[in-house]
């Protein structure tokens, strides 16, 4: 059992006693606030993308685009948390719609990159509108939306530690 593990573990043991009938509550589960957060979060973006004609999949891969183009379909996966055989349909659509390009790299034919077409380049200007009315809707400063996705981070590396021991 990893430290981290039963630090946590010895954390729990120590609190102070829940109330047994409260513990499997649904309001009280971590888990449920998270993924209801998240359709939450996915209702405000669905009118905001359709708009650029977008699903939230495609938006996150545009994202990562803008920031580092020309991505291995494995590099591209790891940074939005889908497997290939999520991604490579997607890619295709997208492609279809004139947003990506995929090509095999020069220098491993084994590998396919995706690269932003200028139309998919340009997308990012009228993005930004999509980011400032999520982020209203959050009704949380910049400061504390920072906070929020540090933390979230952290709880995101702590679960993927413990799923990977």
Known sequence: MKTSTAAARRAFANA???DPEA?????????????STS????????????????????YLVLLVLW???????????????LDSGTLTPLLKRMQAQGL????RSAADERLVLITLTRQGADLRERAEAVHEQ???????????RQALVRELKSLRASLLAHGAS
């Open 16 to 18: 102070p006693s829940a």
């Open 23 to 35: 513990l499997l509550l649904l309001d009280n589960q971590l888990c449920f606030a998270l993924y």
């Open 100 to 103: 990506v390009e995929r090509t």
């Open 39 to 58: 359709l939450a979060m996915t209702k405000v973006y669905r009118p905001l993308l359709d708009e650029l004609g977008l699903t939230y999949p495609q």
């Open 67 to 81: 920031e580092y183009d020309g991505l291995a379909i494995g590099e591209l996966g790891e940074r939005v948390a």
């Open 134 to 144: 999520v982020a209203c809707a959050t009704a949380c400063s910049p400061k504390e």
